[in-house]
């Protein structure tokens, strides 16, 4: 069981977790090794992406909406009017589905995500989850930048399979063009998380620089899962961009986006770090305030 904290409702409540036995199965048994190296494969991502992108897989789009009580009057489309699984799953949502602070000293959530979030952080030792660690210069292969980091805040956004999986800029600014790195797929869930060292570090990942007006140089750092066979860009790179503008969205599955601050740029809620500590995940939505300027 896993459970995250619910700041709306202010109270712990158990995650829905898609093929939750499953993963027990594929991450806690030593007998499914054989089959975790297939499952963590890119053809196994790929095939079933494709899979998602058919005209047949539309007829899993009503029992996934039921069994899991999605809210469909926050979707733009109705979902009839879906061609795919896959063009649910990256459904876009009315605009007042996720109202966002506009003020300049708000830092606000890239995307719907389960967040973990530490400051003053060491880039030799960033957390993956508690006990676990990698260095940042090994997740975005690259040392020089990784050490403007040191003392930083890092970000852990981690999308249910659930969530809406489009994820945003949190602040006016100019994107970088974003460098991908090849890697495995294994799932970001927790469960494997405890089970895989560096699990980060080897799975598919993007990484984006971005200057932003108000907290400095930022880091986004979109990490692939199983069954996430793209991770799909949608800005302009070099084109400025407005708080909380499209930059890009996850096809089928769970997956992680990471985002690190430089020191004294951004000062995380409280509640936040402090749960962090105990490594519990806070539920967050894109738009909510999740921090404030640091000066």
Same mark, same amino acid.
């Given at each position: 069981?896993?459970?995250?904290?619910?700041?709306?409702?202010?109270?712990?409540?158990?995650?829905?977790?898609?093929?939750?036995?499953?993963?027990?199965?594929?991450?806690?048994?030593?007998?499914?090794?054989?089959?975790?190296?297939?499952?963590?494969? /890119?053809?196994?991502?790929?095939?079933?992406?494709?899979?998602?992108?058919?005209?047949?897989?539309?007829?899993?789009?009503?029992?996934?909406?039921?069994?899991?009580?999605?809210?469909?009057?926050?979707?733009?489309?109705?979902?009839?009017?879906?061609?795919?699984?896959?063009?649910?799953?990256?459904?876009?949502? /009315?605009?007042?589905?996720?109202?966002?602070?506009?003020?300049?000293?708000?830092?606000?959530?890239?995307?719907?995500? !389960?967040?973990?979030?530490?400051?003053?952080?060491?880039?030799?030792?960033?957390?993956?989850? /508690?006990?676990?660690?990698?260095?940042?210069?090994?997740?975005?292969?690259?040392?020089?930048?990784?050490?403007?980091?040191?003392?930083?805040?890092?970000?852990?956004? *981690?999308?249910?399979?659930?969530?809406?999986?489009?994820?945003?800029?949190?602040?006016?600014?100019?994107?970088?063009?974003?460098?991908?790195?090849?890697?495995?797929?294994?799932?970001?869930?927790?469960?494997?998380?405890?089970?895989?060292?560096?699990?980060?570090?080897?799975?598919? !990942?993007?990484?984006? /620089?971005?200057?932003?007006?108000?907290?400095?140089?930022?880091?986004?750092?979109?990490?692939?899962?199983?069954?996430?066979?793209?991770?799909?860009?949608?800005?302009?790179?070099?084109?400025?961009?407005?708080?909380?503008?499209?930059?890009?969205?996850?096809?089928?599955?769970?997956?992680?986006?990471?985002?690190?601050?430089?020191?004294? *740029?951004?000062?995380?809620?409280?509640?936040?770090?402090?749960?962090?500590?105990?490594?519990?995940?806070?539920?967050?939505?894109?738009?909510?305030?999740?921090? !404030?300027?640091?000066?």
């Amino acid at each position: 069981m896993i459970e995250v904290y619910d700041r709306k409702e202010n109270r712990m409540k158990e995650e829905q977790v898609v093929g939750g036995s499953l993963l027990k199965l594929l991450y806690e048994k030593p007998y499914s090794k054989p089959f975790l190296y297939f499952v963590k494969r /890119k053809f196994f991502s790929d095939l079933y992406g494709r899979l998602m992108d058919t005209p047949w897989s539309k007829r899993l789009i009503k029992g996934f909406i039921k069994d899991h009580g999605l809210n469909m009057e926050e979707s733009l489309k109705a979902e009839e009017d879906f061609a795919t699984f896959n063009d649910f799953f990256t459904r876009k949502l /009315k605009p007042e589905a996720r109202p966002f602070d506009a003020k300049d000293e708000i830092f606000i959530s890239p995307c719907d995500a !389960r967040m973990l979030a530490f400051q003053d952080i060491h880039v030799e030792e960033v957390i993956q989850v /508690k006990g676990l660690t990698y260095a940042l210069k090994d997740l975005i292969q690259d040392e020089s930048l990784a050490e403007k980091y040191e003392g930083g805040t890092v970000m852990i956004f *981690r999308l249910n399979p659930l969530d809406y999986h489009r994820f945003h800029f949190p602040d006016d600014g100019v994107p970088h063009p974003t460098h991908t790195m090849d890697g495995l797929y294994y799932s970001v869930n927790p469960v494997a998380l405890k089970s895989i060292p560096r699990l980060y570090v080897e799975n598919k !990942r993007a990484v984006t /620089k971005f200057d932003s007006r108000n907290f400095g140089p930022l880091l986004f750092v979109e990490v692939g899962a199983t069954n996430v066979g793209t991770i799909i860009q949608t800005h302009k790179d070099c084109t400025p961009v407005k708080r909380g503008s499209e930059k890009g969205y996850f096809r089928f599955g769970g997956s992680t986006l990471i985002l690190f601050a430089e020191k004294d *740029r951004v000062r995380m809620d409280e509640d936040l770090l402090l749960r962090s500590q105990d490594g519990i995940e806070t539920r967050v939505l894109f738009g909510e305030s999740i921090g !404030r300027a640091a000066n």
